[in-house]
């Protein structure tokens, strides 16, 4: 007794795409689900090419899948994540989704009338609810990521990474050989400026501050919050000249405008220390940093708004502690 009766109601209401092609990849038979997601009738495409009724499919790929479920007489998958769709068909999520296509799992089965005559059958899965998902995963830990990496307030990086950051490029620079600077620099008389206007007014400095020195470096540069009103920037491939150069144009910078806050002006400056890698071994960076916290020191001492180098003779008690 045939099953046709059973078959034929089980494939036609169906959830998932079946269609099924002879060994000339010539369409014999697509479901309800596919016919009503195409827009193409059975009636309409029996016996022609796939090829021609489908013309976005990727043809070359889908040629060698067949031919070997044909002759390998083996089925065959793949996955959305490898290939987001075989057939374009569209999806019920046009909001959640990035992709106006149905994200699909996909089976490729072979398959042998009574008389012999062989067949491929592809069973088409809709898995955008999963592709969504992912989507909106990944989209989350970009966003942690990205959150763990930056200063809540100014937005420059915060100092963990920042200095995962500096560490890298000094082992960079050591290996090709090139030249590094250290710029360490912080808002002079911060605290003052704090008890006269509020940290409200104080975060208003550090936000502008960290705007315009941004607006000053390039792509390639580090730039990070260190400490409170202390910050960082890794110069790459940067000598000392350079460095000063770019330390100048930040402290005039920052010293010929005024921020304001709640109509009235808030004049600041800062004080900036300036050290070129010189040292070596696994901890050279933080040989870096100390020189650049010594430069920065003698800046404040010796009047602050101004650039202060690292002198070479202010080394020895620094490699000796490490």
Same mark, same amino acid.
């Given at each position: 007794?045939s099953?046709d009766?059973?078959?034929?109601?089980i494939?036609?209401?169906?959830?998932?795409?079946?269609?099924?092609?002879?060994?000339?990849?010539?369409?014999?038979?697509?479901?309800?689900?596919?016919?009503?997601?195409?827009?193409?009738?059975?009636?309409?495409?029996?016996?022609?090419?796939?090829?021609?009724?489908?013309?976005d499919?990727p043809?070359?790929?889908?040629?060698?899948?067949?031919a070997?479920?044909?002759?390998?007489?083996?089925?065959?998958?793949? &996955?959305?994540?490898?290939?987001?769709?075989?057939?374009?068909?569209?999806?019920?999520?046009?909001?959640?989704?990035?992709?106006?296509?149905?994200?699909?799992?996909?089976t490729?089965?072979?398959?042998?009338?009574? =008389?012999? @005559?062989?067949?491929?059958? %592809?069973?088409?899965e809709?898995?955008?609810?999963?592709?969504?998902?992912?989507?909106? %995963?990944?989209?989350?830990?970009?966003?942690?990521?990205?959150?763990?990496? #930056?200063d809540?307030?100014?937005?420059?990086?915060?100092?963990?990474?920042?200095?995962?950051?500096?560490k890298?490029?000094?082992?960079?620079?050591?290996?090709?050989?090139?030249p590094? &600077? %250290? %710029?360490?620099?912080?808002?002079?008389?911060?605290?003052?400026l704090?008890d006269?206007?509020?940290?409200?007014?104080?975060?208003?400095?550090?936000?502008?501050?960290?705007?315009?020195v941004?607006?000053?470096?390039?792509?390639?540069d580090?730039?990070? @919050?260190?400490?409170?009103?202390?910050?960082?920037?890794v110069?790459?491939?940067? =000598?000392?000249?350079?460095?000063?150069?770019?330390?100048?144009?930040?402290?005039? =910078?920052?010293?010929?405008?005024?921020?304001?806050?709640?109509?009235? &002006?808030?004049?600041?400056?800062?004080?900036?220390g300036?050290?070129?890698?010189?040292?070596?071994?696994? @901890?050279?960076?933080?040989?870096? #940093?100390?020189?650049?916290?010594?430069?920065?020191?003698n =800046?404040?001492?010796?009047?602050?708004?101004?650039?202060?180098?690292?002198?070479?003779?202010?080394?020895?008690?620094?490699?000796?502690?490490?």
């Amino acid at each position: 007794m045939s099953e046709d009766w059973l078959t034929g109601p089980i494939l036609e209401q169906l959830n998932s795409g079946v269609l099924v092609v002879d060994e000339q990849f010539q369409l014999v038979y697509l479901n309800t689900f596919l016919q009503r997601h195409s827009c193409v009738q059975l009636s309409d495409v029996k016996g022609k090419s796939l090829f021609k009724v489908f013309t976005d499919v990727p043809e070359a790929w889908l040629r060698r899948k067949f031919a070997s479920v044909l002759e390998l007489q083996s089925p065959s998958f793949s &996955s959305w994540e490898q290939r987001q769709y075989v057939i374009k068909l569209p999806h019920l999520r046009p909001v959640t989704s990035s992709s106006q296509f149905m994200a699909q799992n996909c089976t490729m089965l072979p398959l042998s009338d009574p =008389a012999g @005559r062989r067949y491929v059958c %592809l069973l088409i899965e809709d898995a955008t609810d999963a592709f969504v998902y992912q989507q909106h %995963l990944q989209i989350t830990m970009q966003k942690l990521e990205h959150n763990n990496r #930056i200063d809540g307030l100014t937005k420059a990086l915060n100092r963990r990474y920042w200095e995962e950051q500096l560490k890298l490029e000094v082992q960079r620079a050591q290996r090709y050989q090139q030249p590094l &600077s %250290l %710029l360490l620099f912080d808002l002079d008389k911060f605290k003052q400026l704090n008890d006269q206007y509020g940290h409200l007014g104080g975060d208003s400095v550090l936000i502008e501050l960290t705007a315009r020195v941004r607006a000053l470096l390039r792509d390639t540069d580090w730039f990070g @919050r260190y400490g409170g009103e202390e910050f960082g920037i890794v110069l790459t491939n940067t =000598a000392l000249a350079g460095a000063m150069d770019v330390a100048e144009r930040i402290c005039l =910078a920052v010293d010929s405008t005024a921020v304001t806050f709640h109509e009235q &002006s808030i004049k600041t400056s800062v004080s900036i220390g300036v050290a070129q890698l010189d040292a070596t071994g696994e @901890r050279a960076h933080e040989v870096l #940093i100390g020189q650049a916290d010594i430069a920065l020191y003698n =800046a404040k001492r010796d009047g602050r708004n101004r650039v202060v180098p690292f002198s070479a003779g202010e080394t020895e008690f620094l490699l000796k502690a490490n």
